[in-house]
């Protein structure tokens, strides 16, 4: 009951990317490489190769609790005997935790979908309100098999209902948030996907519910622009995002790696060296994304 709205979705959102990364292990390790492909010269190390070759205390302990007690005993025997099990037990983890991790982000898809779906019915005045500033949508379909004339035929179920149900909603009828990237498709460039993260951000911290007195001088800042972001707007929109950005450029340093390591960059002691490495991370590639997403004035 303490928590936000906003506080509540970053933990949502945190459990869901670390489900994703018990899912399909290598996934953020794949991603950088294609965001950096000069950068690395061959693959780094598998997390399958990580937990084969170096043993996690913690996660000794979570497969077997004592296990790396007796991996560390000073009997030759039990110890081999505890690096043959803790072996057998890494394949098992590797085997079954992506299965049940990718069910579990399966389940909480549809759970959420079937959500909206009910909650269109209970108040469609707000989720119409919501729905108008998207343009892509979640929608519960299915699929059925016939034999027709000997031959399975596969045929999609619920497709009348998802075509009335977004366009009840009033689906992209006012859109402020920028279309996220097409699964398959050819990964965006880094800097179009933080500039989408961060104005997705900056969309539903304008939207807060906390009252004028409640806000920081940035909120305040942010609260002034008009939405959405239009090419006559784009600049005023980048000035309050880049006192964001340069914040956590100070506090959180390593959300920036993909992008550093995108132009191929390597930070260094110097302050100089470093201060013009951001120029170009923040000043110039993100600028240019961020203000490529601005809309048209009309």
Not at 44 to 54: C, F, I, M
Request: charged content about 30%.
């Amino acid at each position: 009951m303490k928590m936000d709205d906003r506080d509540l979705y970053r933990r949502i959102r945190d459990d869901l990317q670390e489900l994703l990364a018990r899912a399909y292990p290598a996934y953020s390790d794949e991603g950088e490489q294609q965001f950096a492909p000069n950068y690395w010269r061959k693959f780094p190390t598998t997390y399958a190769q990580r937990l084969r070759t170096v043993i996690h205390e913690s996660v000794a302990e979570s497969l077997c609790p004592g296990l790396m007690k007796r991996i560390r005993s000073t009997s030759q025997s039990e110890r081999h005997r505890a690096l043959t099990e803790y072996r057998k037990l890494v394949d098992q983890l590797l085997t079954e935790e992506p299965r049940h991790a990718a069910n579990a982000l399966a389940f909480v898809a549809i759970s959420l979908t079937t959500y909206l779906e009910n909650l269109f019915v209970k108040r469609q005045a707000l989720m119409r309100e919501v729905a108008a500033k998207y343009d892509l949508w979640p929608v519960n379909l299915g699929l059925r098999s016939k034999i027709i004339k000997g031959d399975r035929k596969h045929q999609l179920r619920r497709l009348t209902f998802a075509r009335n149900y977004l366009t009840q909603l009033g689906l992209n009828s006012d859109c402020d948030f920028p279309t996220a990237q097409e699964s398959g498709a050819e990964p965006m460039s880094p800097f179009k996907l933080a500039a989408q993260d961060l104005y997705v951000f900056m969309l539903l911290e304008k939207d807060s519910k906390l009252k004028w007195n409640e806000l920081n001088a940035w909120e305040k800042k942010l609260r002034a622009l008009h939405a959405p972001m239009t090419r006559k707007r784009a600049l005023a929109w980048w000035k309050v995002a880049k006192t964001y950005v340069d914040e956590r450029w100070e506090t959180a340093r390593s959300e920036f790696t993909p992008l550093i390591k995108h132009l191929g960059l390597k930070l260094g002691n110097k302050t100089p060296y470093e201060s013009s490495i951001k120029s170009r991370v923040v000043d110039n590639d993100l600028k240019d994304a961020f203000i490529g997403l601005a809309q048209p004035d009309l």
